[in-house]
Every structure is written in C-alpha cells, then in structure tokens.
C-alpha cells in the first residue's frame, strides 16, 4: 500500500473546475483490496447486469441454442434397477423416416445399475421423431436382484452386488477416541440421547436440465454449447469425441447446484459422439425424468447417535456412525460432531451402495444432511439438560464467529419471544423457533486469466471463459474493473462463457467468485499502470501520481476525461492481463440460520413463518447478490426441511417421483419471510465463496423450530403433515 | 407422446361424430379423446398413459363455455367453462361460495385459466404407481395394485378394491354435496344425471374413474338454486400447487334457530369417487353445530376407514377438516 499525494481539479458535478486541491489517497496496488467500507462499487448493492436480459427472455441458454441443419438426440435408459442388457434390436426403428443414427451405449452382456441408466442413443431430424425412434428400439434384459432400502444395503453380503465404478462400500472415520472410551465418557453424562436421522435422496432441480448442441459438421474444428459448471471441461472432453479442435460456449445457465461439474456430462456425451457420427450438429436435452433418473443426486443419509452431555451445557460424548447413501456413485456426509468440538468423539463413516443412480455434489455437499441431524441432536441435548438452544451452541462450537452470528440472528428472529415449553400450547396453530449452525470453506486458486482490453475509443472489455452459473459472475466482472479505472457499471463490457477466452475454474466448492475475483483486481490494476503510463505525461504528471475517478484521469492539478485518454492509445488499444493473487482470496465461511414456524396440530402443516440466515464471507464483490444467494439457500433448505426425497419403491426398484408434481419444490406460496444478513462483524478484507453454505443450517432451523412449535421431534426428512400427525399421535398415545 | 389427429368440434354432435372409435374393441386408454384445456390429458398422453389416435377440440364448440342463469336461481355451466371463469363469477362466489373456493383451490393460475370444469371431472387420477409409464398398474390393464402395499400416502383410506386410487377432481365433492347434476352427450342423444352417479368405483370398472362410454362428453353441469351455505375445505402438502391429501366440501341449511335442516358432506382426497357421508350428514339433522355435535359427525364421517400402511394420518386429518368446514358454516 502507498499514500499519495495527488494534485487534482476540483471536481463539481463530475467535471473539473479551475480550482485546483490536493488529496490524499491509498493506492493498494494488487495485494490488498484495501478496507471494506471504502470501496465504491464492490461491497455495495448493485443491480444484476444480466437481469433484463434473463427477465425479458432473451438470455441465450443451452436449451435456446438452435443451429441450422442440427439433428435431436435422445437416450433409450434402463427400466430396471438392476438388469444385464441381452439383445438391442434396431430393425424397427432404423425404418423410421427421419432417423440418422442409433447407437448403443451399453452392448447386449452389459449390465445396468440403476432405473433410467442410458443404453442406446439416437438421432434424428426432429425431437419428436427421435422420441418415436427411441421407443421403436427394442432392447431386451435379463432382469436381476436389486437393493434399494438402507435396511437391505446393511445386510452383510449385499454390497459387493454393486461393483458400477468401484466405489461402493467404503468406510472410513475420524475417531478421536475408541468406542469405549466413549462409552465410559457416556456413563457420566448427564443427559444422554440415543437417535437416529434420515434424510432422503435429494435432486438438484436444475430448471434447465442438462443440455448439449454439438456443432460439427465433419469439418476441422467445433461449437459445442453445453450446460455446464465447467467452461474449460467442454474442449478437451468433446475433443475426444470429435477429433478436432472444440470452442466451448455456456453463454447463460438455467441452474447447476454441483449436477453439472461432470463436465459435458451424459448429454454432451452422446450428443458429441452422435454428432461425430453422422457429421452433423445434434442438440440433447434431458427430460426431467432423465433428469431426475440419471443426471446425479445428492446423498441419502441414516446417522445413528449416541451422545452425553453435562448439565453445564458441556457436549462430553458422541459416538456417530453415518451412513451415507450414494446410489451407486460416491457421497460422503460431513463429518460428525459437524461444527463442535467434543471430548469424546468415536465416528464409522458407512458408504451403502444401492441400485440408484450415483450422487455427484450438491450444493453443499454432505453438509445439510450432517448438519441437520447434529443440529437435531444438539437441540434434543439442550432440552434434555434444560438450556437455551442458543447457549448450548455458544459453548460448544469450534469458532467465535458463530457467537456473533447467533446473536444477531436471535436478535433479528426475536429469539427472547419464542416458545418456553414445546408442544404445550393449545392450538391448533401453534408457533416455535429453532437455530443451527454451518461452515463451508470458499477459498479460491489459482488458473484464471483476465484479459482487458482498453480501446481507442474508450471501450473497455474484460474477457474470462468462466460460465457464470447464476450467481452473478458477469456483474462483479465489471464493477472489480469499473471500480479500478474510475469508471461506471456501463462502461465495461464483460466477455465471458466461452473457452476462446482466458482459462477459469470450473464452479465448484463456491470457488468461483474467490478465483476470479483476485484475477479480475490483478488484470484492472495493471491496466491501470499501463493506462498511467501513456495518459500522465500528457497532463504532465508522474505515472505514480495520477489518480482515477469519475472517468476522469487526474493528476498535476489537471484531469483528462476517460475518452481523451484512450484516444492516445495506439491503435490496437491497450491489453493488460491478471491472474489469480493470493492475498486476495482467503476461505472459511461461517453462517447461523434462525427459523419460525407454524404448526397446525390437527391437520399436521407447517408454515415457515420467518427465517433468517446470518453468513460472513469477508469482502463481499455484491451484497444484492449475496442476499439473493442467502436467500436463495434458506428456499433450498426449506425444500429440503418439509418437501422435497426421492421416493423409492424397494419391489419395483424404481423411483416413484420423478416430477415436478410429485418431487416437490417449493412455490411462492411457501416462501415466508426471509432475512438475510451479511456479517460485517467479519473484519476480513479478502475474497470468499458463499455459493453453498447459505443451504447449510436452514433444514435444522426448520427440523428444530417444528419441535419447539408442537413437541413432535420429527428425525427423517421431509417434515410432512403425515410425521407431525403420526408423531402427535404417538405422544398423545404415551401421555394417555 | 404418439402421433395423433388433431379435430376441431364444430357442434356437440360433430364432437361425438368424431369421437366415434374406428375400433369399438380397443383399449380404453387408446380411444379418441376429447380435449378442452388439456391440463390433464397432455400429462396422460406424454407419458404414454392415454394414446389417442384422434383428440378431439371441444374448446371450437361455440356457447359451451358459458355460465348462465337456469331462470330459477340456479347455475347451467358449460362443460369448457374455465376453472378460472368459476373461481371469478360473481354470482358463484355469492350463492354457491363452495364451489368458487373449489375452483379456487385448484393447481395454480396458469392452470386454472387453461383447465375446464368438464376436464376437471374428467381427469385421472394421480395415484404415483398410475403415473408411470414403466409400471403396468391394474388402472392400466395390469393384474397389480402396487400402492396397496407399496408407497401408498396419499392413496384412498375408503378402499373397495382392486384399485386404490384417490379421485383427484376439486369440483366433483363440491358439486355432489351441492346437488348439481350434469348432462352427457352421446351417440344415443343426451341424458341428465346426478353428478354423483357419474363417478365409477374400481370394483366397477376399475378401468375408468366414470360411466362415460365411448364416443360421449359432458356438455353442461347444472346446480340446482339453493339457499344454503356452502364451503370446501381442501389440504393441501404444498399450498402453491397439490392436489387434495384430504378435503370436504359440506352444504348445510340452517333454520333460523340455528338448527341443522340439511346438511351434505361430502369428502375427496380419501376414496375413488367423491365420497358421501350420509351417516355424518343425518347425525346432525335438527341440533345445532355445537362442539360435541361437530365432533360426532366429523368421528362418523370417518367411520368404515381402513388405512393402507402409510395413509392413516388422513383420518384424524380429514375428521380435523369436518369440523372445520362445519363450525365455518356455523359461523
């Protein structure tokens, strides 16, 4: 960092008088981003640069992409659970008008894992005579024995049934402590409590469903558009498809939640190699259903528990073992105790392979489902032992940032107000509250490159291949550039989702915003340097010593607008570029979520009332974004608390919900009031991603309010009106 | 879906010209099929469910959306009339105040502007295991009601068997408990019927969820004038957009001293066809809607349930909705 003096017009209405003063300013260069609180653009709230286009409609997304001459691809899956293919006859199908290719996915001998697993493709010149080719071919199975239910995936002897990508089965652990030693730590607890947890498989939900249009033509380079999390996966995997050199574009994207980091996935995939084979462009789209069936999941979840506490609010024992349910991918769930410390702490980490289609990361991946039974038990513990849920945490957790953070989401959910003793009001609506914790990491790396270019006539483009998967990429792109040259919002141009520009990361981790950002101050910054360099000597000042605002270059008492300034570039403009900067980014992410609820104990529905998410994430780029991303993660987390599993039927091995319909998201009329809260209490002036953990506590809030509301402690997710009333009949049943 | 013939109807009796199947012995899921607002049948006929080789446009009938007054205080509603242009009809909404909140607790707004009463009574159910074009389920032909021991929530707690759908119409409890008949038109002219002898239970034909035959469509519903009060109490998962876990749709008139002349109750969400509670309906005759009286008909309304294994929440549900419903309409 320098402070500099600096001799600068005064400024009236945004253009320079005679007067002339001096100023002090920091110029922080590259390594720091200076002071929260002094930034002009960034850590303010700035509208979504892309809203109207993404509102009006006119945002170009995979499954807008049209290219002349293109063929429509779709998949021919699995109807069982567990099968070996024994013929694929094509006869029928290769005589419908209009088919181009079918090819098989999975050769007869080949063996199927799970319901809607892919085993032919085609193409052909429409999507609905594809959809007719699709069903015209005939594939044949030998139907084999298939385990679905956690209860049948524990039996010994069941898990080597599932050998699909040889990840089934693992275990592993992170014991502090031996079982007995937990044991015996138990006996001198005060209160012990001995559950279990559930949650069921999860779907991603993503409203534009994984999507390709392959633009070959059999000649010597490609277009391939894809949905994905990962703009740089697209050359390499389609190349190897395609045999030539491949442009990678994700120009807009309709929702990834980790579903797409698989780079091209399944439909670039097949759309690819159809596309090779028959030299022509083919577009694949997933159906929902496919979709739902064979695009990922997120991990099912049984957490078994038993663990003590002192009656000082002291958590002294856990013994844990988590199941973790992949299908037959590979899914792990944050381990337990999550986000407190214990004195004893012995854990079995259980991988139960089952017939279902792999999980893949999702929006947090294995933290809601570990997050939700520890903040269950914790709550249960805190009763048992008769101390406010809030303390109990407090005293427990392995970082202060949560005391902070639970004491401004209590005070914003009114926390003194809520419901002493649950289930003891008469109803039938009555009203509880409840808090959980979370944590996620979001720190950034290396590998992006910015490229800036200042033109003649004072154009100004930042170029980054990185796909912007919703979260606001292509705002902050502008306002960290806007922001170093003195200029405004509209005065940049952003390029992005396509890999002919510099290299980014994919979006996984919330690593996005904490590996650009860095990169994007990096290029600005020497743009500006190199900008001083030609503009100073033309108002007679040291290149060190000039000073960018109000599109203005001022230095030596004069200032020369932005468009004078580059009319002196020469004419190829001026080219800086950035990279990734350590000191920048930094990682650790800390949030606390508040709910309030309304139970109606004759009927079983609960209403979220209120919620509130407390989240840091040291410099925030946009806070509008940021807000939206939270508020985001408290819907998600309210889907996952009352709505929304993958429902099994364990005979048939196939899923009985997959539709909209059926697989239920939430809709506006679910949504109460949210309050998101950004956490200036954070002091650190670094960049960290906060895509995920805003989806991390809600579901425990929610799980925990619902018992403070009517008493029924409801230990499987989704909260539905069946468990509370089945709960509520239970206690009545006890009670009598 | 398959490919099919597209007709616009130009008058009922064109409809049902065209409706006439090339094959009288085809499967009845392979029939052609009328179609208004389609909200129901596009998701049968993409999923391969209903696969008609000829869908027939009812919505070009000129005059068959209307609602009109019958002369006589009571209502004649076309049968492509908009779920929408009920839940919005001023005159519902003041006299027939159950069946404006039926209407208006149905899917969403999009739906409710495109769906038509007819459609609506028409429509399948939505039993998960029907829904799936991979499960050959009893409704379909098949010789296996999978939800009867499989995932069966929201499946019926009054089962005559061998099916054990739930009928998913809103308007149909309501319009039993109102009264109203409905007119069908067919190759063998047009008959009146109650509204409640329309639906068919599966030990009836567990094919088809009413008694129209081939080649015929409801063209109008009439509800007789009234001077009771009327509610339906739906419950939904979801708010936004469910179909019914449980609802009940009561009609009560009642004497000046707040005594029970008349009451109708009927429940949906709970058996295959708008189910009546007669027993429930007469225990309330000459008393008033007191506390215990309530609670007596809404313990009656549920008696003869026998659960599956994962819908019993729906009896202390639905007996919670009965009460309700009547203790609103005593209010």
Same mark, same amino acid.
């Given at each position: 960092?320098?402070?500099?003096?600096?001799?600068?017009?005064?400024?009236?209405?945004?253009?320079?008088?005679?007067?002339?003063?001096?100023?002090?300013?920091?110029?922080?260069?590259?390594?720091?981003?200076?002071?929260?609180?002094?930034?002009?653009?960034? *850590?303010?709230?700035?509208?979504?640069?892309?809203?109207?286009?993404?509102?009006?409609?006119?945002?170009?997304?995979?499954?807008?992409?049209?290219?002349?001459?293109?063929?429509?691809?779709?998949?021919?899956?699995?109807?069982?659970?567990?099968?070996?293919?024994?013929?694929?006859?094509?006869?029928?199908?290769?005589?419908?008008?209009?088919?181009?290719?079918?090819?098989?996915?999975?050769?007869?001998?080949?063996?199927?894992?799970?319901?809607?697993?892919?085993?032919?493709?085609?193409?052909?010149?429409?999507?609905?005579?594809?959809?007719?080719?699709?069903?015209?071919?005939?594939?044949?199975?030998?139907?084999?024995?298939?385990?679905?239910?956690?209860?049948?995936?524990?039996?010994?002897?069941?898990?080597?049934?599932?050998?699909?990508?040889?990840?089934?089965?693992?275990?592993?652990?992170? %014991?502090?402590?031996?079982?007995?030693?937990?044991?015996?730590?138990?006996?001198?607890?005060?209160? =012990?409590?001995?559950?279990?947890?559930?949650?069921?498989?999860?779907?991603?939900?993503?409203?534009?469903?994984?999507?390709?249009?392959?633009? +070959?033509?059999?000649?010597?380079?490609?277009?391939?558009?894809?949905?994905?999390?990962?703009?740089?996966?697209?050359?390499?995997? !389609?190349?190897?498809?395609?045999?030539?050199?491949?442009?990678?574009?994700?120009?807009?994207?309709?929702?990834?939640?980790?579903?797409?980091?698989?780079?091209?996935?399944?439909?670039?995939?097949?759309?690819?190699?159809?596309?090779?084979?028959?030299?022509?462009?083919?577009?694949?789209?997933?159906?929902?259903?496919?979709?739902?069936?064979?695009?990922?999941?997120?991990?099912? %979840?049984?957490?078994?528990?038993?663990?003590?506490?002192?009656?000082?609010?002291?958590?002294?024992?856990?013994?844990?073992?988590?199941?973790?349910?992949?299908?037959?991918?590979?899914?792990?769930?944050?381990?337990?105790?999550?986000?407190?410390?214990?004195? @004893?702490?012995?854990?079995?980490?259980?991988?139960?392979?089952?017939?279902?289609?792999?999980?893949?990361?999702?929006?947090?991946?294995?933290?809601?489902?570990?997050?939700? !039974?520890?903040?269950?038990?914790?709550?249960?513990?805190?009763?048992?032992?008769?101390?406010?849920?809030?303390? +109990?945490?407090?005293?427990?957790?392995?970082?202060?940032?949560?005391?902070?953070?639970?004491?401004?989401?209590?005070?914003?959910?009114?926390?003194?107000?809520?419901?002493?003793?649950?289930?003891?009001?008469?109803?039938?609506?009555?009203?509880?509250? /409840?808090?959980?914790?979370?944590?996620?990491?979001?720190?950034?790396?290396?590998?992006?490159?910015?490229?800036?270019?200042?033109?003649?006539?004072?154009? =100004?483009?930042?170029?980054?291949?990185?796909?912007?998967?919703?979260?606001?990429?292509?705002?902050?792109?502008?306002?960290?550039?806007?922001?170093?040259?003195?200029?405004?919002?509209?005065?940049?141009?952003?390029?992005?989702?396509?890999?002919?520009?510099?290299?980014?990361?994919?979006?996984?981790?919330?690593?996005?915003?904490?590996?650009?950002?860095?990169?994007?101050?990096?290029?600005?910054?020497?743009?500006?340097?190199?900008?001083?360099?030609?503009?100073?000597?033309?108002?007679?000042?040291?290149?060190?010593?000039?000073?960018?605002?109000?599109?203005?270059?001022?230095?030596?008492?004069?200032?020369?607008?932005?468009?004078? %300034?580059?009319?002196?570039?020469?004419?190829?403009?001026?080219?800086?570029?950035?990279?990734?900067?350590?000191?920048?980014?930094?990682?650790?992410?800390?949030?606390?979520?508040?709910?309030?609820?309304?139970?109606?104990?004759?009927?079983?529905?609960?209403?979220?009332?209120?919620?509130?998410?407390?989240?840091?994430?040291?410099?925030?780029? @946009?806070?509008?974004?940021?807000?939206?991303?939270?508020?985001?993660?408290?819907?998600? %987390?309210?889907?996952?608390?009352?709505?929304? /599993?993958?429902?099994?039927?364990?005979?048939?091995?196939?899923?009985?919900?997959?539709?909209?319909?059926?697989?239920?998201?939430?809709?506006?009329?679910?949504?109460?009031?949210?309050?998101?809260?950004?956490?200036?209490?954070?002091?650190?002036?670094?960049?960290?991603?906060?895509?995920?953990?805003?989806?991390?506590?809600?579901?425990?809030?929610?799980? *925990?309010?619902?018992?403070?509301?009517?008493? =029924?402690? =409801?230990?499987?997710?989704?909260?539905?009106?069946?468990?509370?009333?089945?709960?509520?009949?239970?206690?009545?049943?006890?009670?009598? | 879906?398959?490919?099919?013939?597209?007709?616009?109807?130009?008058?009922?009796?064109?409809?049902?010209?065209?409706?006439?199947?090339?094959?009288?012995?085809?499967?009845?899921?392979?029939?052609?099929?009328?179609?208004?607002?389609?909200?129901?049948?596009?998701?049968?006929?993409?999923?391969?469910?209903?696969?008609?080789?000829?869908?027939?446009?009812?919505?070009?009938?000129?005059?068959?959306?209307?609602?009109?007054?019958?002369?006589?205080?009571?209502?004649?509603?076309?049968?492509?009339?908009? &779920?929408?242009?009920?839940?919005?009809?001023?005159? &519902?909404?003041?006299?027939?105040?159950?069946?404006?909140?039926?209407?208006?607790?149905?899917?969403?707004?999009?739906? $409710?502007?495109?769906?038509?009463?007819?459609?609506?009574?028409?429509? $399948?159910? #939505?039993?998960?295991?029907? #829904?799936?074009?991979?499960?050959?389920?009893?409704?379909?032909?098949?010789?296996?009601?999978?939800?009867?021991?499989?995932?069966?929530?929201?499946?019926?707690?009054?089962?005559?068997?061998?099916?054990?759908?739930?009928?998913?119409?809103?308007?149909?409890?309501?319009?039993?408990?109102?009264?109203?008949?409905?007119?069908?038109?067919?190759?063998?002219?047009?008959?009146?019927?109650?509204?409640?002898?329309?639906?068919?239970?599966?030990?009836?034909?567990? $094919?088809?969820?009413?008694?129209?035959?081939?080649?015929?469509?409801?063209?109008? &519903?009439?509800?007789?004038?009234?001077?009771?009060?009327?509610?339906?109490?739906?419950?939904?998962? $979801?708010?936004?957009?469910?179909?019914?876990?449980?609802?009940?749709?009561?009609?009560?008139?009642?004497?000046?001293?707040?005594?029970?002349?008349?009451?109708?109750?009927?429940?949906?969400?709970?058996?295959? &066809?708008?189910? #009546?509670?007669?027993?429930?309906?007469?225990?309330?005759?000459?008393?008033?809607?007191?506390?215990?009286?309530?609670?007596?008909?809404?313990?009656?309304?549920?008696?003869?349930?026998?659960?599956?294994?994962?819908?019993?929440?729906?009896?202390?549900?639905?007996?919670?909705?009965?009460?309700?419903?009547?203790?609103?309409?005593?209010?």
């Amino acid at each position: 960092m320098a402070t500099k003096t600096i001799k600068v017009p005064k400024m009236v209405n945004g253009a320079p008088t005679a007067e002339v003063e001096e100023i002090q300013v920091e110029d922080y260069g590259n390594q720091s981003w200076g002071p929260k609180d002094k930034h002009r653009l960034i *850590n303010t709230k700035i509208p979504r640069v892309d809203a109207p286009y993404k509102t009006t409609g006119t945002a170009q997304y995979t499954h807008d992409v049209r290219v002349p001459g293109m063929l429509h691809g779709r998949l021919v899956t699995s109807p069982y659970a567990h099968a070996k293919v024994t013929s694929i006859d094509t006869d029928k199908a290769m005589k419908i008008d209009g088919v181009k290719k079918i090819l098989a996915i999975i050769e007869p001998g080949g063996e199927i894992y799970h319901e809607g697993q892919p085993v032919v493709a085609v193409a052909a010149t429409t999507p609905e005579i594809a959809e007719d080719v699709a069903r015209a071919v005939v594939v044949k199975y030998e139907v084999l024995p298939h385990v679905i239910t956690a209860e049948d995936a524990m039996k010994p002897g069941v898990q080597p049934l599932i050998p699909a990508r040889g990840r089934g089965g693992g275990r592993g652990g992170n %014991s502090q402590g031996t079982a007995e030693q937990v044991d015996a730590a138990l006996k001198n607890c005060d209160a =012990v409590v001995e559950v279990e947890y559930r949650t069921p498989i999860l779907h991603h939900c993503c409203l534009e469903t994984h999507s390709c249009v392959s633009d +070959f033509r059999g000649e010597q380079s490609a277009t391939v558009y894809v949905s994905t999390q990962g703009t740089f996966t697209i050359p390499a995997e !389609a190349a190897r498809e395609l045999g030539v050199p491949v442009t990678g574009v994700v120009q807009h994207m309709g929702g990834g939640f980790g579903s797409k980091l698989a780079g091209i996935g399944i439909a670039g995939q097949w759309a690819t190699r159809l596309s090779k084979q028959t030299n022509t462009p083919v577009k694949l789209v997933l159906t929902r259903r496919e979709e739902f069936l064979t695009s990922g999941n997120g991990p099912g %979840s049984v957490q078994k528990f038993k663990a003590g506490a002192s009656k000082d609010g002291v958590l002294v024992a856990l013994n844990a073992t988590q199941y973790s349910m992949p299908g037959i991918g590979n899914g792990n769930i944050a381990a337990q105790p999550y986000q407190y410390k214990a004195q @004893n702490v012995y854990r079995q980490a259980i991988t139960l392979a089952t017939h279902e289609d792999g999980a893949v990361p999702m929006r947090a991946p294995g933290h809601p489902q570990a997050c939700f !039974a520890m903040e269950s038990l914790m709550d249960e513990l805190a009763y048992k032992i008769g101390m406010d849920p809030v303390e +109990f945490r407090k005293k427990n957790v392995t970082d202060v940032a949560w005391h902070r953070q639970l004491d401004t989401g209590a005070k914003a959910i009114g926390w003194d107000k809520r419901n002493l003793t649950p289930g003891a009001a008469k109803g039938p609506l009555v009203r509880g509250m /409840g808090c959980a914790i979370g944590a996620w990491g979001g720190g950034g790396g290396a590998g992006s490159q910015v490229d800036i270019t200042i033109g003649q006539d004072g154009s =100004v483009s930042v170029a980054v291949g990185s796909q912007d998967i919703g979260t606001g990429t292509r705002t902050y792109v502008r306002a960290i550039v806007a922001e170093e040259l003195g200029l405004e919002m509209t005065d940049v141009q952003e390029k992005i989702g396509n890999s002919m520009y510099g290299n980014s990361s994919g979006s996984g981790g919330s690593r996005t915003t904490a590996s650009l950002a860095p990169a994007l101050k990096d290029a600005a910054y020497n743009a500006r340097v190199a900008l001083s360099k030609i503009v100073a000597p033309l108002i007679g000042a040291d290149p060190d010593a000039v000073w960018f605002d109000n599109r203005y270059i001022m230095g030596n008492g004069k200032a020369i607008s932005w468009k004078q %300034s580059c009319a002196a570039l020469p004419t190829a403009g001026l080219a800086a570029r950035g990279a990734f900067q350590a000191p920048l980014a930094g990682q650790g992410a800390h949030g606390a979520s508040f709910a309030e609820v309304e139970v109606d104990i004759e009927t079983g529905h609960v209403r979220v009332t209120k919620m509130c998410h407390v989240q840091d994430g040291g410099l925030i780029m @946009n806070r509008l974004a940021v807000e939206s991303q939270i508020n985001g993660g408290m819907i998600q %987390s309210i889907g996952m608390a009352l709505y929304e /599993g993958r429902v099994m039927d364990a005979e048939l091995g196939v899923m009985i919900n997959p539709a909209f319909n059926d697989y239920k998201l939430p809709g506006a009329m679910e949504i109460p009031e949210l309050i998101p809260i950004i956490d200036d209490g954070d002091t650190r002036d670094v960049v960290i991603g906060i895509a995920e953990p805003g989806n991390i506590p809600g579901c425990g809030a929610i799980a *925990n309010a619902v018992y403070n509301a009517c008493g =029924v402690r =409801v230990r499987e997710t989704p909260i539905t009106p069946d468990k509370i009333l089945n709960g509520l009949m239970q206690m009545r049943r006890v009670n009598a | 879906m398959n490919a099919f013939e597209w007709a616009n109807a130009s008058s009922v009796d064109n409809a049902v010209k065209l409706l006439k199947p090339a094959d009288a012995k085809a499967d009845p899921d392979e029939m052609p099929h009328a179609v208004a607002g389609g909200q129901d049948l596009l998701t049968t006929m993409k999923a391969y469910i209903v696969r008609p080789p000829r869908v027939v446009n009812l919505k070009t009938i000129q005059g068959l959306d209307q609602i009109k007054s019958d002369g006589r205080g009571g209502l004649k509603i076309g049968a492509t009339a908009t &779920i929408s242009d009920i839940e919005e009809n001023a005159e &519902i909404k003041s006299k027939f105040t159950g069946l404006a909140e039926a209407a208006a607790s149905i899917a969403t707004p999009q739906i $409710r502007h495109l769906g038509t009463v007819g459609g609506n009574l028409c429509q $399948r159910p #939505r039993c998960w295991y029907f #829904r799936l074009e991979t499960v050959q389920c009893k409704k379909k032909g098949g010789d296996t009601c999978y939800a009867e021991s499989g995932q069966n929530k929201y499946n019926a707690i009054f089962n005559t068997g061998p099916s054990n759908i739930v009928h998913p119409s809103d308007l149909a409890p309501m319009l039993v408990a109102l009264g109203a008949t409905l007119t069908i038109a067919g190759p063998d002219g047009s008959r009146t019927i109650p509204v409640q002898d329309f639906f068919i239970r599966p030990d009836q034909n567990v $094919r088809k969820e009413n008694i129209l035959k081939d080649g015929e469509i409801v063209t109008e &519903i009439q509800v007789p004038a009234t001077t009771a009060k009327s509610t339906y109490l739906k419950f939904k998962e $979801r708010e936004s957009l469910d179909f019914a876990m449980s609802s009940v749709a009561a009609v009560v008139e009642l004497a000046p001293d707040k005594t029970v002349r008349k009451a109708t109750l009927v429940l949906g969400g709970v058996a295959s &066809i708008p189910w #009546r509670i007669a027993k429930a309906e007469q225990s309330l005759v000459g008393k008033p809607l007191s506390e215990q009286n309530v609670a007596q008909a809404a313990a009656l309304a549920l008696e003869g349930a026998s659960p599956l294994e994962h819908n019993g929440y729906k009896v202390p549900l639905t007996q919670a909705l009965v009460r309700r419903a009547l203790n609103h309409l005593n209010a």
